[in-house]
């Protein structure tokens, strides 16, 4: 990363230091959150993350929980398939699959509803940037692994597509690092910045977003449009996604992207009753906010919630239509079918990945697709 130290020989603090003092005693929030979970040496998904899900994992996720995640996205894959005519094979690409629950359950799925003779028409491809995961995934997917191919970026694995592909990910969007606002009232917002002192520790400290961002677009974030923030409240900007879905969605010529996180289709019920804003951390199933997420730099996930109104607008831009835009519960119900209603019955896990009150209305899900410009399908 750009004005980051060298960690050789350094421990955590020491590197921390030279940190700071390289890019003027304070880093951004996003630039906090990046290293945090990123750094190669000291990152959490690239170092000390140790499963997900489980007793050992810090954190659970629809797809550990239950396959009904995978039962649905199967259904998908055949839908979209069939909708975008796509050639075979087909490529599927699933970007942070966590320890390779979720595609253990489409590939089951899948080859439940194809039979041996029809299991190559798709391509499975598996974007993983943490080492400890990608193992972890090579040893659930172990009966699959010569269908699989693993790659460091979307675009190595887009490579191999010829153009043609659908995507797909799970609590993806929500552990790209967030810059983080707080309203000071009469329109005008202030940049979260952190500061690293070697006795105390690190502490928040606040930038006018006027002098931290001078060119950041407000058009794109939907935030911006709410005009009665109270004073105080605290927002986060999924800019990284942005950036980084931009740099490889316009080479896609035909294919569909679900994307599936927990958020809220626009800003006001994102942050209702949260003046606080949605930075948290997650360590051993624990959920910490305010000065928790600063504790244990690289040992816990940091996560802020999605803005799926957003979502939608940047994928609109770059040439993608919206398919669908629901809670997971809908999604579940619509694409899982019959599944659906008899593991709700039975199933205590897909029961909890169903409920109104719970994970059912807290993860929403949004289906974009692309076909080639001037085919007239």
Not at 269 to 292: K, P, S
Not at 346 to 354: E, G, I
Request: hydrophobic fraction near 40%; include cysteine; charged fraction near 30%.
């Amino acid at each position: 990363m750009a004005d980051s130290p060298p960690s050789t020989g350094r421990d955590l603090k020491s590197w921390l230091a030279a940190l700071f003092e390289k890019n003027g005693g304070a880093i951004s929030f996003e630039r906090f959150m990046a290293e945090a979970l990123y750094h190669p040496d000291f990152g959490y998904y690239t170092h000390h993350i140790r499963t997900v899900g489980g007793s050992r994992g810090d954190f659970a996720t629809s797809a550990t929980l239950s396959e009904l995640l995978g039962e649905a996205i199967a259904e998908w894959i055949e839908r979209e398939t069939a909708a975008l005519a796509l050639k075979k094979p087909v490529h599927l690409v699933e970007i942070g699959g966590g320890e390779g629950s979720l595609m253990k359950a489409v590939l089951s799925a899948l080859d439940a509803r194809t039979g041996f003779w029809r299991r190559n028409r798709f391509r499975f491809h598996l974007v993983e940037i943490s080492p400890r995961l990608r193992e972890r995934q090579r040893e659930t997917l172990r009966p699959w692994r010569r269908r699989i191919r693993w790659h460091d970026t979307i675009e190595e694995a887009l490579a191999e597509t010829a153009g043609e592909a659908l995507i797909y990910s799970n609590e993806l969007v929500d552990a790209f690092p967030a810059i983080a606002l707080r309203h000071e009232g009469s329109g005008k917002w202030s940049e979260l910045f952190v500061e690293f002192h070697p006795e105390r520790g690190l502490r928040e400290t606040f930038r006018p977003l006027t002098e931290s961002r001078p060119d950041l677009d407000r058009d794109h974030f939907s935030v911006f449009a709410k005009t009665d923030w109270p004073v105080g409240q605290r927002v986060e900007l999924h800019a990284s996604f942005r950036d980084w879905q931009r740099a490889w969605m316009a080479g896609l010529k035909r294919g569909a992207s679900l994307v599936i996180d927990y958020g809220a289709n626009e800003p006001a019920e994102i942050y209702d009753r949260r003046l606080e804003g949605t930075l948290r951390a997650f360590f051993r199933h624990q959920r910490l906010t305010g000065a928790g997420i600063y504790r244990m730099f690289g040992k816990q996930d940091l996560t802020a919630d999605v803005c799926f109104q957003d979502l939608a607008r940047w994928g609109a831009a770059a040439g993608w239509e919206a398919t669908l835009d629901q809670t997971q519960s809908e999604f579940l119900c619509k694409f899982a079918g019959p599944a659906c209603a008899a593991a709700a019955e039975t199933d205590r896990s897909a029961a909890f990945l169903l409920e109104p009150d719970g994970a059912g209305e807290a993860f929403r899900v949004l289906g974009l697709r692309r076909r080639l410009a001037g085919s007239g399908e």
